[in-house]
């Protein structure tokens, strides 16, 4: 069975534009999670999508947004990027009838020049 | 609200020595413990969790963990490391089933031959 998948790997974007960040979850569930990994920052809750809908927000600006599609795949939209955006984004999934833990995938790290 | 609070930023050890790495949480509901091992350039994995039942939860890799309730701890122990446990340990709680994780800031284990 496939794991949370990511890409792109790696993503090099310059001050100002924007970046998209995709994230296939594990078959069967319907969660994906977003963090973000800054260094010195630890891992910070980004956004929270279920079934469709964002169920809970971190404390980041509105330029930070994103979407759940109807096969549950999800992706993390950045725009106006800063350099401090630079960072690993990390998606996870999980089940809320089945799992009780969420599933990481390997991550987007974001470099913002 | 929750907090996970991990005393310590780096662990350094000498190869088969014990180790302990701290972790104690804040809460006003009951919640869901989780350790999560991040080896360098990679996503996060499962290492254990404690969901209800015995306090003491095992990993397969010999790491263990206790939950105390009057203490708000869940530390992680293992009797005797080896190089390849050197990586980022990451402590994390979550309030329900498939609900987002807060984490500790993590701690480093540096293990030297």
């Known amino acids: 069975e496939a794991g949370v998948t990511q890409s792109p790997t790696h993503l090099i974007k310059t001050r100002g534009q924007q970046a998209t960040l995709r994230c296939s979850p594990i078959s069967g569930h319907t969660s994906v999670y977003w963090y973000q990994q800054a260094l010195g920052l630890g891992l910070q809750f980004l956004l929270w999508?279920?079934?469709?809908?964002?169920?809970n927000r971190g404390n980041f600006p509105p330029r930070f947004s994103g979407r759940q599609f109807p096969n549950y795949s999800s992706e993390l939209n950045v725009n106006a990027l800063e350099l401090e955006d630079s960072a690993l984004y990390l998606c996870?999934?999980?089940?809320?009838?089945?799992?009780?833990?969420?599933?990481f995938g390997q991550g987007t790290r974001l470099t913002v020049v | 609200a929750q907090s996970v609070t991990q005393l310590d930023s780096q662990v350094p050890v000498f190869e088969e020595a014990p180790v302990e790495l701290r972790c104690n949480y804040s809460s006003s509901v009951s919640v869901y413990l989780f350790w999560y091992v991040q080896y360098p350039n990679q996503g996060l994995q499962l290492l254990l969790k404690?969901?209800?039942?015995?306090?003491l939860v095992e990993s397969i890799n010999g790491f263990e963990a206790e939950f105390n309730k009057s203490q708000t701890s869940f530390h992680l122990r293992k009797p005797s490391v080896h190089i390849s446990d050197t990586a980022e340990y990451f402590c994390?709680?979550?309030?329900?089933?498939?609900?987002?994780?807060?984490f500790g800031q993590g701690t480093e284990l540096s293990v030297k031959p």
């Open positions: 996870a999934s999980s089940s809320n009838f089945k799992d009780t833990e969420a599933f």
């Open positions: 404690y969901l209800s039942g015995s306090t």
């Open positions: 999508y279920d079934e469709g809908e964002e169920r």
């Open positions: 994390a709680v979550s309030p329900r089933r498939g609900g987002k994780l807060i």
